[in-house]
Each structure stands twice: as C-alpha cells, then as structure tokens.
C-alpha cells in the first residue's frame, strides 16, 4: 500500500513540474486547449458591426489578434454570422487607423459580468495593411 501511495505522489510531483506555475488553472484541465493561434492584445474601444438583414449597431470591443477579435454586443448573434466590422486601431503615438473588415462569428455567450453577449469573431479576408497595423498594435 505504502508504494502505492509513494507511486501516486511521484506521479503528482512529475506532472506538477510539468506545467508552469504561472500557467491558467484552465489550461491545466485535460481536454481543455488553447483554441487560439495568434497572441491578442486588449482592445478597448467602442465601433460598429452590419449584420445582414438587422442593419449596424454599437458594440465595444475587448481584445485584437492577426486572427480576429473579441466583442460586447447587445444582440446574440449565432455562430457562422458573416458581419461587417468597422473599427479604429489607435497606436501608441496617437495616430489612427481606421477599418472595415468582413468576419464570421465563432462564438457568442451571454456574461452577467460584461452586460452583454462576448462574441468573438474571425477576420474573413483581412487586407495586408489591416494585420501589419494589428502586428504594430500588439507590439507596442
């Protein structure tokens, strides 16, 4: 019994030298990956998204990635929604570039917390100058 017992703290320790310290309780959970591919940077701004057949509307977005972005918005909007962002990226230097970029929904859920649906979405199509100015963004 007693090597058992030994077996299983080793078991413990090994795993637990494996993953950083640092690293998000979630990432520890087996099954639950990163989704994720390019790093993000918050982005707290305010623009607009077009939905098809609804017109645009106000929302607040939270973060900025090469890959897409993260959102607020008053309207659940279903996954595979192919909308219209219109946003501007300010740089550190206070200069401004503003863009409008096609995207697809990839998830939306309500938060109590954000007063709202956190709705992220994938860039469909993003042009050279809007990942560069992304790239620069997350630099910074």
Partial sequence: MADLDTAKTENSKAA???EPSDT??????????ER???????????G?????QRGGMAVRYLDISTGGV???SDLNIPARTRVHLKFT????????YPFVVQAEVAHSTFS?????????????????????????????
């Fill in 16 to 18: 637990a030298a494996e």
């Fill in 112 to 140: 109590s917390l954000r007063r709202g649906f956190v709705i992220g979405l994938i860039f469909l199509n993003p042009t050279d100058e809007l990942l560069m100015t992304i790239k620069q963004y997350i630099a910074s």
């Fill in 24 to 33: 998000p309780k979630f990432a520890q959970i087996p099954g639950i990956d």
């Fill in 89 to 96: 990226i300010m740089m550190a230097d206070s200069s401004l």
């Fill in 70 to 72: 993260g959102l607020v």
């Fill in 48 to 52: 607009q998204i077009a939905i098809p």
């Fill in 36 to 46: 994720r591919k390019t790093p993000r940077k918050a982005f707290f701004v305010m």
